[in-house]
């Protein structure tokens, strides 16, 4: 009998590699409190319609990439319902927007998310087709200010607190204007226009493309076309003066605070209901595949879907690519944090006292590796190493005298510490 394995596209995280995901996880949740966003957790499943209607069905994901099943009817008067795992998370949290009424408050509502999302795409190194992301929406009826530019520059200069207190240095955010629908189906006829005398030496997915959307020519990777796309229009000159007014807007809101930016042209997002302000971070440290997060405004998504006008802006980043990230700029033992100190039992009936001084402790906040009194004392110092800053020897003269015998591996100094005194030692 054969063993079985992970499905081919997804992995099992192991220690010490959780903590480095967990660090991520925990600086996202604290950055996004300071700015007021609250949490939001969808289902990871959507009726397929939600990701047709609104990411777009000639896009990859929907085309291409989507898991998606016939759900058993409950009567047979009932059709089958057509599900799909989530490839993204926009359109649920947008869905949730509407089917609570949230607009209703008449206050913008900020809202964030972390979990996996499912897209069956080639497995390669920092792509898996289960995969892990953390995003953000800024979502309200337009009274609320919600197609303010000033929403995407603060999510933008967020984006940039977040990546620099992660210790990711040398990002590049690059932004765009994809314009208003109106904008964007002006900038296709002259891409389409322009696609003409050429598409045919291009590959077959632009081939398609250049016919049902043009746009996503743009997104091409192969290396053979990318002369080609160079010489296409741009979408700058297709915008209108209210489009271009509000990347101005965005543009001075970032300069006024610091935060560097270049524009890239070609910038257009893969998902369909982008509208004005595309934009990503990207770190040369990931190789070809550079992007850390992405993310744009989507003005029309919520009617796209049946709700009411709520304009909006919002990102994801693949947390693979983080710890990525994070590993090539030298943090190769940021997940292998050590225990506060390892109790070390001398003899098996020392062991109830053992667990009665870890107990003590990790009420007192430590983090605490507990020993076996059957091991060898060796064999204890071996495995403190290996897992603690320090081992707190348990002996028979240890419990008597409540002086406890702690060695620091670090500096390889023994010390006499008073059981009452043993917490805040520890803590250093």
Not at 144 to 163: F, I, K, N, Q, T
């Amino acid at each position: 009998m054969s063993t079985l394995k992970a499905v081919r596209g997804t992995r099992d995280l192991l220690p010490p590699e959780t903590a480095l995901w967990n660090r991520i996880e925990a600086t996202a949740r604290a950055v996004f409190a300071r700015y007021n966003f609250g949490e939001i957790r969808t289902p990871v499943f959507e009726d397929t319609g939600l990701f047709a209607r609104g990411v777009g069905e000639e896009t990859d994901i929907v085309s291409k990439e989507m898991y998606t099943w016939e759900d058993r009817a409950r009567a047979q008067s009932e059709k089958p319902q057509s599900l799909t795992l989530r490839p993204e998370n926009t359109a649920g949290v947008v869905r949730a927007y509407i089917e609570h009424g949230l607009g209703e408050s008449g206050q913008l509502q900020k809202l964030y998310y972390m979990g996996p999302q499912f897209r069956r795409e080639r497995p390669q190194k920092g792509r898996y087709r289960q995969f892990s992301q953390i995003g953000a929406e800024v979502i309200g009826p337009p009274s609320a200010g919600s197609e303010s530019p000033l929403r995407d520059a603060e999510v933008l200069e967020m984006l940039a607190s977040l990546l620099d207190e992660l210790g990711i240095s040398g990002w590049t955010l690059e932004l765009n204007s994809v314009g208003s629908p109106a904008d964007r189906a002006r900038y296709n006829e002259a891409l389409r226009a322009a696609l003409v005398p050429v598409v045919s030496q291009m590959c077959e997915d632009c081939k398609r493309r250049a016919v049902t959307n043009p746009l996503r020519v743009l997104d091409c990777k192969v290396p053979a076309d990318q002369p080609i796309i160079d010489t296409l229009p741009v979408i700058a000159d297709s915008l209108d003066e209210a489009s271009k007014a509000h990347f101005a807007a965005v543009t001075a809101a970032l300069d006024a605070a610091g935060v560097p930016y270049t524009r890239n042209h070609r910038l257009v997002r893969g998902l369909d209901y982008y509208t004005r302000t595309t934009f990503e971070f990207t770190h040369g440290g990931l190789g070809a595949q550079n992007a850390l997060l992405g993310g744009g405004r989507y003005d029309g998504l919520s009617e796209a879907i049946g709700g009411p006008k709520a304009p909006g802006i919002g990102f994801a980043m693949g947390e693979d690519r983080l710890v990525l990230t994070l590993l090539a700029l030298n943090e190769q033992n940021a997940g292998a944090q050590k225990a506060d100190a390892y109790i070390a039992p001398l003899g098996e009936g020392l062991n109830a006292a053992a667990l009665t001084l870890a107990r003590e402790l990790r009420h007192q906040g430590l983090w605490i590796e507990l020993g076996e009194g059957g091991f060898r004392l060796k064999k204890s110092f071996d495995a403190a190493d290996k897992t603690a800053r320090r081992i707190v020897i348990l002996g028979e003269d240890e419990l008597q005298s409540g002086i406890l015998t702690v060695k620091t591996f670090s500096t390889g100094v023994q010390t006499k510490i008073p059981r009452t005194e043993l917490a805040a030692f520890l803590s250093l």
